[in-house]
């Protein structure tokens, strides 16, 4: 089988699967494994680099709105593949090459590769694309598997923060930070599995555009830097900039995350922010540690 995935999630799941050998093309996003990063490339995206978060947004709603695409789609390169299967996401414009691009991208190239489509909004579909990409790829088992260990993990996060009872730290997650953002999808799940009660976003819902006086009604005791796309060193430049910039409630702890690997990417790493949250709010958690006003813990 020849395999081309169009999401950078999709690819780590295929080479956890063991069908890396298989995997022929994938983004310019598709960093894990490093080994990924050997395939053809055949999408690329719109946006200039160096745009700071409040003119990527801006970016962004201005090629929604004229109906321009964030991505390109290199068919030569995906006709010189000769692909059996096509990854690809119908979830978020704004996440990888639509569906419908692809599906028009065959169609020219008279390919008549098979196009398998994810679109999770919670972790329970997150977990079942692994398994419908082990059937894809004829690897059930070690799909099966897979799972079971992530499932294994989550069940040992759940007894860690059981005894907490009512008493959980409020959690605010920025899914972006210029203009803010409050979670939906799979993120507000995590905060809840992490011990935590996500007091803005709802889970397997978009995420939501809000103001920072939303942020302060929410009276949370600890923020999450989140940013989709970034990883933790800019995630956290990020947060120092919040900090100094004083628009966080006051008191609130700070932590920054890395939102390409943990959070954003509907992959098996989302377990790891689970459990790097879980640490978090256990040993930061503002009724047993009192922190001096927006400090990263």
């Given at each position: 089988?020849?395999?081309?995935?169009?999401?950078?999630?999709?690819?780590?799941?295929?080479?956890?699967?063991?069908?890396?050998?298989?995997?022929?093309?994938?983004?310019?996003?598709?960093?894990?494994?490093?080994?990924?990063?050997?395939?053809?490339?055949?999408?690329?995206?719109?946006?200039?680099?160096?745009?700071?978060?409040?003119?990527?947004?801006?970016?962004?709603?201005?090629?929604?709105?004229?109906?321009?695409?964030?991505?390109?789609?290199?068919?030569?390169?995906?006709?010189?593949?000769d692909a059996d299967l096509v990854v690809t996401q119908d979830l978020c414009a704004v996440?990888?090459?639509?569906?419908s691009v692809v599906d028009d991208a065959l169609r020219h190239l008279g390919c008549t590769?098979?196009?398998?489509?994810?679109?999770?909004?919670?972790?329970?579909?997150?977990?079942?694309?692994?398994?419908?990409?082990?059937?894809?790829?004829?690897?059930?088992?070690?799909?099966?598997?897979?799972?079971?260990?992530?499932?294994?993990?989550?069940?040992?996060?759940?007894?860690?923060?059981?005894?907490?009872?009512?008493?959980?730290?409020?959690?605010?997650?920025?899914?972006w930070t210029d203009p803010p953002y409050a979670p939906g999808h799979w993120i507000p799940?995590?905060?809840?599995?992490?011990?935590?009660?996500?007091?803005?976003?709802?889970?397997?819902?978009?995420?939501?555009?809000?103001?920072?006086?939303?942020?302060?009604?929410?009276?949370?005791?600890?923020?999450?830097?989140?940013?989709?796309?970034?990883?933790?060193?800019?995630?956290?430049?990020?947060?120092?900039?919040?900090?100094?910039?004083?628009?966080?409630?006051?008191?609130?702890?700070?932590?920054?995350?890395?939102?390409?690997?943990?959070?954003?990417?509907?992959?098996?790493?989302?377990?790891?922010?689970?459990?790097?949250?879980?640490?978090?709010?256990?040993?930061?958690?503002?009724?047993?540690?009192?922190?001096?006003?927006?400090?990263?813990?």
């Amino acid at each position: 089988m020849r395999i081309v995935s169009l999401l950078p999630s999709t690819t780590e799941i295929l080479f956890a699967l063991g069908a890396g050998p298989e995997v022929v093309g994938v983004t310019f996003e598709c960093d894990t494994p490093a080994e990924a990063r050997t395939r053809t490339i055949v999408s690329t995206t719109t946006m200039p680099e160096g745009l700071t978060p409040a003119e990527i947004d801006a970016f962004v709603v201005a090629a929604v709105a004229s109906g321009e695409d964030l991505y390109r789609l290199d068919a030569g390169a995906l006709a010189g593949l000769d692909a059996d299967l096509v990854v690809t996401q119908d979830l978020c414009a704004v996440c990888a090459v639509d569906v419908s691009v692809v599906d028009d991208a065959l169609r020219h190239l008279g390919c008549t590769a098979e196009v398998l489509t994810f679109d999770p909004h919670t972790l329970e579909e997150v977990l079942a694309s692994v398994e419908a990409l082990g059937v894809a790829t004829r690897r059930t088992t070690q799909a099966e598997a897979l799972v079971a260990s992530l499932r294994a993990r989550l069940e040992v996060v759940a007894a860690s923060v059981a005894g907490r009872g009512s008493d959980r730290p409020r959690v605010v997650v920025l899914e972006w930070t210029d203009p803010p953002y409050a979670p939906g999808h799979w993120i507000p799940e995590m905060v809840e599995l992490a011990g935590g009660e996500c007091v803005l976003g709802t889970a397997g819902a978009k995420s939501e555009r809000v103001l920072w006086e939303t942020v302060h009604a929410a009276r949370p005791d600890v923020v999450v830097v989140a940013p989709c796309g970034f990883d933790r060193p800019a995630s956290q430049r990020i947060a120092d900039e919040l900090i100094a910039s004083g628009v966080l409630p006051p008191g609130v702890i700070v932590h920054a995350v890395d939102a390409n690997a943990h959070w954003a990417r509907p992959g098996p790493r989302l377990v790891d922010g689970v459990e790097e949250l879980a640490a978090v709010l256990a040993s930061q958690s503002p009724t047993q540690n009192p922190r001096p006003p927006n400090q990263s813990p």
